[in-house]
């Protein structure tokens, strides 16, 4: 990702877990880049107006819905970095031994990444848990925002 975007100067926007690749010998691959955008284009005002991503993976500036006659956030760097943490998190919430009873897992899973609803004019909204948490001061304690029903 860091070289896509600094040698590259393309900014993936979808980073999720079915868009990381672990090799044999332990490195990462990043795939999946058919919703990429070259930076210029992005700053030129070329980037779709829509939201694009993996919802339970996107920044939570992105998925605020702006009120309307705004247009909605451009995605930038530290989106699709947001986006990783998300991964990392889920990733070890699924597959790592914790102390939480499967039914408390499922829920405070999606409490933090599925959460959404319908706007008025159909789209969905969501995201809040996610801009509360990177809004603190400690954005790392994640128990805070799952445990927040």
Known sequence: HGD???KAEILHRDISSGNILITATGGGLLIYWD???ILKHIHQGQAHTERTGTWQFMSARLLVVPTPGQQPAIP???DDLESFFYVLVWIALRYTKHGFFKS???DMLHAAFDHHYLGPAGAA???GRKKAEVQTSDPFEVSRLLMSR
């Open 76 to 78: 930038d760097r530290a």
């Open 104 to 106: 408390a897992l499922t």
């Open 125 to 127: 909204k969501g995201g």
């Open 35 to 37: 919703l990429c955008k």
């Open 4 to 6: 896509a975007y600094d």
